[in-house]
């Protein structure tokens, strides 16, 4: 065990090299030091290492890639948030073992070779939020025993489909993609506290009805403008907290009978992606334009 976290340890534009580490060593944490722009090779690690903690809280941080076929293959916890680590990564060749991975805040782009039902069965936190990922997500074929699952702020998309999270699921943050459809909150699993789909390209008409009653959840809606629906007024304002700022969903002024919040057709919406963009208005614009003094000349 190796613990050298939040200290003073500094490097600038070298290498930190953890090649010669005891065979035999299983944790090692160097969080919270100032590593700038310095390299790290994570391919010949200590074979028996189960923990890796190389957190980054200041400008700058350690680069290279990561080669998931080449961690330990007893590694159960993974931290590489905050620095500037790129490239692709394959999920699927992680560590059968691994349970945490921490990806945030680095400089990783496609999921090459990645295939969701194949993540590692043990998998219960992970976090690749503020990176450059993109691709589609298949959340249906996840780990029973993911827990938390933070997507935000990369590129993902194609469709959401929230009909068969992990039943142990407690936060699931999608802020800042490009998933589409209408979110399906039927069969949401009881232990799901936090759902954030913030800024997406959500669309329709969302049945709140369709949500469990015994549940408490933070919903996290808004900036998707073509979503729309009714806010039962029935529901226990303790139980959910709905953000819809930037969307057609309003809130019932009094109690119904309805048992859908989907009877009346939703408002049309126009949304910034349904408009041509400026280049495009542009041209148009000159085009209008060009075809008016034509016109006229030819009428003198």
């Known amino acids: 065990?190796?613990?050298?976290?939040?200290?003073?340890?500094?490097?600038?534009?070298?290498?930190?090299?953890?090649t010669r580490l005891p065979s035999t060593l299983q944790h090692l944490d160097l969080g919270g030091n100032k590593f700038d722009e310095t390299f790290v090779d994570l391919t010949k690690l200590?074979?028996?290492?189960?923990?890796?903690n190389l957190y980054n809280g200041y400008e700058g941080g350690l680069k290279g890639t990561l080669d998931m076929a080449a961690l330990p293959?007893?590694?159960?916890?993974?931290?590489?948030?905050?620095?500037l680590f790129s490239g692709p990564v394959n999920l699927s060749a992680a560590p059968k073992t691994l349970r945490i991975l921490n990806l945030e805040w680095n400089q990783f782009t496609a999921m090459d070779g990645t295939q969701w039902n194949e993540l590692p069965p043990r998998l219960e936190f992970m976090d690749l939020s503020d990176n450059k990922f993109h691709g589609d997500v298949q959340f249906t074929s996840l780990p029973?025993?993911?827990?938390?699952?933070?997507?935000?702020?990369?590129?993902?998309?194609?469709?959401?489909d929230l009909t068969r999270l992990p039943p142990l699921m407690q936060t699931l943050d999608l802020t800042e993609n490009n998933f589409k459809g209408t979110p399906?909150?039927?069969s949401l699993p009881p232990t799901l506290g936090q759902l954030y789909l913030r800024k997406n390209q959500l669309r329709g008409?969302?049945?709140f009805y369709d949500l469990p009653q015994e549940s408490e959840l933070s919903l996290d809606l808004a900036n998707n403008c073509g979503l729309s629906g009714v806010i039962p007024k029935r529901f226990?304002?303790?139980?959910?907290?709905?953000?819809?700022?930037?969307?057609?969903?309003?809130?019932?002024?009094?109690?119904t009978t309805a048992n859908s919040s989907c009877e009346d057709p939703p408002p049309a919406t126009i949304c910034a992606g349904d408009l041509p963009s400026s280049s495009t208005r542009s041209a148009i614009?000159?085009?209008?334009?060009?075809?008016?003094?034509?016109f006229f000349s030819c009428m003198l």
């Open 144 to 160: 029973s025993t993911l827990q938390f699952l933070d997507l935000s702020s990369n590129e993902f998309a194609g469709a959401l």
């Open 184 to 186: 399906d909150l039927s």
């Open 73 to 83: 293959p007893q590694l159960e916890e993974l931290i590489l948030r905050g620095n």
């Open 205 to 207: 008409c969302v049945e």
């Open 1 to 18: 065990f190796l613990n050298l976290s939040r200290n003073k340890l500094t490097l600038y534009n070298t290498t930190l090299d953890l």
């Open 236 to 255: 226990p304002p303790r139980k959910y907290t709905v953000s819809r700022s930037g969307t057609a969903i309003t809130i019932a002024t009094k109690p």
């Open 46 to 52: 200590p074979a028996g290492l189960r923990s890796l």
């Open 285 to 294: 614009h000159i085009g209008v334009v060009v075809l008016c003094v034509t």
